[in-house]
């Protein structure tokens, strides 16, 4: 297999984001080694319209961002001439963190001399350097080994994860602990906390610590959260619901300015630990195994579901709400002191 070295790479690199949220912060690590071995290179960063806007505000690592027309439902793209965008760019190398074979057929058509990728679905003949994935590394460690391995190994330790983000707009003012709350609604299937649970883990939180919650989720979410909502204005407690009501860098700037997060997701987890927020995870029946996607990140509690039931959608009821609510205190009594 051929090493690659750094003088032989004067054009721009281009690397090609994963999908989804929490993923797509995974690979922030990556991307910093990557530069740091390239810094006066231009670096390409193709990532979903969705993804684009929490790292076209953040210069730190002076990244050129190119949108992935193929995943804009408004405005499709071809590969053919997404391929003829990048190669405009005098692109060298590519560092392809998606698995897709069209993700290794887009470089090829793009004239990418170097393309570093895993060998997945049928593309490793068209990739110059291919690796075994190793299931059970963390998502943080599969992005920085194709920067790490085809330099020979020059990194032995990956950096924190970071996110940037700045002062909320739409918390309200409040002297209590901000608490920010994503149970899911059912369209998370096994890994949605139930609302009956979820609100009274917010109710026994709130007597051991009066918070004001602030309640978060997406436009298909509303139902369970609105429901949330009603019930916790009945019990006359402090909070807001947000729901669908945020873009990605609000939620970002939001999470990033809590005390804490309550989450079953882990694109939220993620979030939170790149910009530093105490976090409890509830960890039901997931889709990936905990241990490659739980954060690398000490200021957290992570309540994973170890109980007896058969049944998927079960499996997280067996988290109580007084174990989450007693789990929410005791990061927020920490962050007192």
């Known amino acids: 297999m051929k090493q690659l070295i750094n003088k032989k790479i004067t054009g721009s690199i281009l690397i090609i984001q994963p999908k989804y949220i929490g993923d797509a912060i995974n690979s922030i690590a990556a991307i910093a080694l990557l530069r740091e071995l390239y810094p006066g290179n231009q670096i390409i960063l193709l990532v979903k319209p969705l993804l684009a806007a929490i790292f076209e505000r953040d210069d730190r690592l002076n990244l050129t961002i190119m949108i992935d027309q193929r995943c ?33 057929l887009l470089c090829s058509l793009a004239k990418i001399k170097y393309k570093i990728g895993y060998k997945k679905n049928g593309r490793s003949w ?17 992005y920085c080994r194709l920067v790490n391995e085809p330099h020979n190994n ?11 983000s700045q002062k909320s707009e739409l918390i ?6 901000v608490v920010v709350v994503y149970y899911g609604g059912v369209i998370k299937k096994q890994r949605h906390y139930p609302s009956s649970q979820a609100l009274k883990s917010l109710a026994y939180l709130n007597e051991i610590t009066p918070c004001h919650f602030i309640l978060v989720g997406d436009n298909q ?6 429901k949330i909502s009603k019930d916790l204005y009945q019990q006359q407690i402090d909070h807001q ?30 979030i939170a630990a790149a910009t530093k927020t105490a976090f ?16 690398k990140y000490e200021n957290k509690i992570s309540l994973v579901a170890n109980g007896t039931s058969l049944h998927d959608a079960d ?6 709400p007084e174990t989450v609510a007693n789990a929410s205190a005791s990061l927020l009594a920490l962050e007192g002191k």
């Not at 408004?74 to 060298?92: D, E, H, P, T, Y």
């Not at 068209?126 to 059970?136: A, G, M, R, T, V």
């Not at 020059?154 to 940037?164: C, D, H, Q, R």
């Not at 979410?221 to 609105?226: A, L, P």
């Open 241 to 270: 619901d947000l729901t669908g009501l945020t873009s990605l860098t609000e939620l970002v700037d939001i999470i990033a300015n809590a005390n804490l997060l309550i989450t079953i997701d882990s694109g939220a987890m993620h």
């Open 221 to 226: 979410e509303t139902t369970e959260n609105n």
């Open 154 to 164: 020059p990194f032995s330790a990956s950096p924190p994860p970071y996110l940037f």
């Open 126 to 142: 068209l990739l110059s350097h291919s690796y075994k994935l190793n299931n059970n590394h963390h998502y943080i460690n599969r």
């Open 172 to 177: 309200e003012t409040t002297s209590k602990p």
């Open 280 to 295: 409890v995870a509830v960890v039901g029946l997931g889709t990936s195994p905990w241990s490659i996607v739980e954060p």
């Open 72 to 104: 804009n439902k408004k405005k499709l793209s071809s590969v053919f001439s997404l391929a003829k965008k990048i190669r405009n760019n005098n692109v060298q190398m590519a560092v392809i963190m998606r698995s897709g074979f069209s993700e290794a």
């Open 315 to 320: 499996i997280i009821t067996e988290i109580t």
